[in-house]
């Protein structure tokens, strides 16, 4: 990132822009105590007022670890945001009721899914929109959960890559113990975002840097993103994935009948 000050005053800006057009004055969102959402917590905040940010911490008790409640509860008191906590094993218990046995992906989304829920129970109910937190790496990558933490009014840092991230976290004055643990969505128990995405998103957003300025996007349809033998297996197969969740940041597709 060349100047985090014009990129913070910009998205502050933006945030600010977008509450004021479309007439609403309240924000809600899912404060995890990670990077995303401290980060999305802190610009909302500055853009709208503290006075008028609230942060729903939602963990599942026996996965979501202790420090990350804690870390969540004392960021929500420190900028000033109003904050709820509000466990969802008790809901997921319900859906374990269903005539069949989930799998363990459908069980994992579940989860995202239940804080989509739970976020604009309390956006309708305030008049509030729901900032979402998923970043430009995981939105290409398509790590995410479709109407789970992918669902949201608005998403601050969705033209960061993680590492810009990093960036604007350390740029602003996050805190060090948020800014350095590993990053997780904690839908199960030890799970890390790099573990599953296979490499460091440091190597992750080169590529993804790399596919974006590549080839233009007819080359890109004629010929698998523009890759070539110059790029490495793992670089090709991150290609694929981008082109396999590319859905996820569509609409619904409709089948048109004029």
Not at 141 to 155: C, I, N, V
Not at 160 to 179: C, M, N, R, S
Not at 208 to 235: C, I, M, V, W, Y
């Amino acid at each position: 990132m060349k100047n985090p000050h014009n990129t913070y005053t910009r998205i502050i800006s933006e945030i600010e822009k977008y509450f004021k057009e479309n007439g609403f004055s309240k924000a809600v969102l899912g404060v995890s105590g990670g990077i995303d959402s401290a980060l999305t917590l802190k610009l909302t905040t500055d853009a709208i007022g503290a006075e008028n940010v609230t942060g729903l911490i939602m963990p599942e008790h026996g996965v979501t670890k202790d420090e990350n409640v804690l870390h969540a509860k004392r960021l929500c008191d420190f900028l000033g945001a109003q904050r709820h906590v509000v466990p969802i094993n008790k809901y997921l218990l319900d859906l374990l009721q269903l005539p069949w046995k989930p799998s363990d992906l459908a069980q994992m989304n579940v989860k995202a899914r239940l804080r989509a829920i739970i976020l604009y129970n309390y956006a309708n109910t305030n008049n509030a929109l729901v900032v979402g937190s998923s970043n430009k790496s995981e939105l290409l990558l398509g790590y995410g959960t479709k109407f789970g933490d992918l669902a949201a009014d608005l998403l601050p840092l969705g033209d960061l890559y993680k590492t810009d991230v990093y960036a604007l976290a350390e740029h602003i004055g996050l805190p060090k113990e948020i800014i350095e643990k590993a990053p997780t969505a904690e839908l199960k128990r030890g799970q890390t975002d790099e573990q599953d995405l296979g490499a460091k998103y440091e190597e992750l957003d080169e590529i993804l840097k790399e596919l974006e300025t590549r080839k233009t996007a007819e080359e890109s349809r004629q010929n698998q993103l523009g890759l070539d033998t110059q790029l490495s297996p793992f670089a090709k197969a991150t290609a694929d994935r981008v082109k396999k969740n590319e859905h996820k940041l569509q609409t619904p597709y409709i089948i048109t009948l004029s």
